[in-house]
């Protein structure tokens, strides 16, 4: 991450931090590594991220270790081992950190990258998901994201999505002579990647494919019904979208993704939903949770320009005698002290150089100090230069007048 990345990384952190400060969720952050273990039961054994993903190893006392693969299996974790349970529910999270994943990098696709995530833990509310989809929307919107399509759909439970998985492997095995090797492949383990394949034939297969929407429970179908009242009523757009499947075993229910057609290949920006069961899976009170993850590489691809507010400089400390170090070190040193900002010089310029430095700087004023008992001090706006007592050059730049 170069300077000018941090800085619009800087921005966009800024505006999470406002609108989901602003909703009430409170920041969360986990570590880098945890157990192996976690993601494997967490994400789920069939999914592309354990099996392929993963950066695993051993350490020194021989357990096994994986970089985190993505926030919402730790955030769990956290939520039991801590028991924030015992809160006043739903506890509301969110965290902005690096995850890793082993796959090869192209653009918007890295093995190190960032993403911000919110979740709320402790609601089986279908507000708290539309809560969460605007929420994103509206951090997509004060970036600039261009272009972006929201997706939803729902998974339905565990239950439901078992039956309809059984359906849809024998709808595959019968016309399997038409899918891709790997479809066929992964007829058992995981048959919604159908779904997700590139391959024409495979496609032209699953375009007449059952899908899950069309069989929700009760229960469930009212549950997408409310999801999509309130997001209408918000006045967000979305697509129905019943192939949406979500790189993770975990969704119940509510799923959605935000996509930018101004990105390539890559175009999910951000994405999540609702999984009830996971507290369960990792062996924690029965709790239901939501949530999403976005990507913060992508979004800074897809965003516009962002307003950057370089940090102004009070004061440029220059030296034209370089006998006078010392002096002008402790010039910056009370000015910063006095709640300024200040730089010295440090590369041994001239004189005319230091002053052409401060002005790329844009510094407010330059000290300059020589020989002489008295600093010079020059208003780079008004281009007006006066000696002074070096007691009085703080006070003079912290009142702000013109020389
Ligand atoms: P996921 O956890 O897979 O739902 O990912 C959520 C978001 O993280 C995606 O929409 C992307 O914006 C971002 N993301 C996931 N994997 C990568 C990656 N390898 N490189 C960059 N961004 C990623």
Redesign the pocket.
């Known amino acids: 991450m170069l300077p000018e990345d941090a800085e619009r990384r800087q921005v966009l952190e800024h505006h999470a931090r406002r609108i989901l400060g602003a909703a009430g969720y409170q920041r969360i952050e986990t570590p880098t590594f945890e157990a192996t273990e976690l993601f494997s039961r967490g994400v789920g054994e069939a999914t592309d991220?354990v099996q392929k993903e993963m950066y695993t190893f051993d350490d020194a006392g021989g357990r096994s270790i994986t970089l985190r693969?993505?926030?919402t299996a730790p955030v769990c974790r956290a939520y039991i081992e801590h028991g924030m349970h015992k809160l006043p529910q739903p506890v509301k999270l969110w965290y902005l950190g690096a995850?890793y994943?082993h796959?090869a990098?192209q653009a918007?696709?890295?093995?190190q990258?960032?993403?911000v995530g919110a979740e709320v833990i402790g609601s089986a509310a279908p507000t708290a998901d539309a809560e969460l989809i605007v929420l994103l929307a509206e951090l997509l919107e004060a970036l600039g994201v261009r272009e972006t399509r929201l997706r939803l759909s729902s998974l339905g439970t565990p239950e439901t999505r078992a039956e309809y998985r059984e359906e849809l492997r024998a709808f595959l095995r019968a016309n399997q002579d038409r899918l891709s090797d790997e479809v066929r492949s992964r007829i058992d383990a995981n048959p919604m990647r159908a779904f997700d394949s590139g391959d024409p034939s495979t496609r032209e297969v699953m375009a007449g494919a059952p899908t899950l929407l069309d069989r929700l429970s009760g229960e469930d179908a009212e549950h997408f019904a409310e999801v999509r009242r309130l997001l209408d009523d918000a006045g967000l757009r979305y697509e129905l979208d019943p192939t949406l499947v979500?790189?993770?075993d975990y969704y119940t229910r509510t799923v959605f993704?935000?996509n930018s057609d101004a990105l390539g290949a890559?175009s999910?920006?951000?994405?999540?939903g609702r999984y009830d069961r996971l507290m369960e899976q990792l062996e924690g009170p029965p709790t239901p949770a939501s949530g999403?993850?976005?990507?913060?590489?992508?979004?800074l691809l897809a965003a516009g320009e962002l307003p950057i507010a370089r940090d102004p400089v009070d004061l440029y400390v220059a030296l034209a005698d370089p006998a006078a170090g010392p002096q002008a070190f402790e010039l910056a040193y009370e000015a910063r002290r006095a709640g300024l900002s200040a730089q010295l010089e440090l590369a041994g310029r001239s004189l005319k150089g230091q002053l052409k430095h401060a002005g790329r700087l844009r510094s407010r004023y330059v000290a300059i100090i020589g020989s002489e008992p008295h600093i010079g001090l020059k208003d780079m706006e008004a281009g007006e230069q006066r000696e002074l007592e070096p007691a009085a050059v703080i006070p003079t730049i912290l009142r702000g007048s013109r020389l």
């Open positions: 991220i693969p993505e926030g995850f994943r796959e990098p918007g696709r890295y093995r990258f960032w993403q979500r790189g993770l993704e935000f890559q999910g920006v951000g994405g999540g999403w993850a976005a990507g913060i590489e992508r979004m």
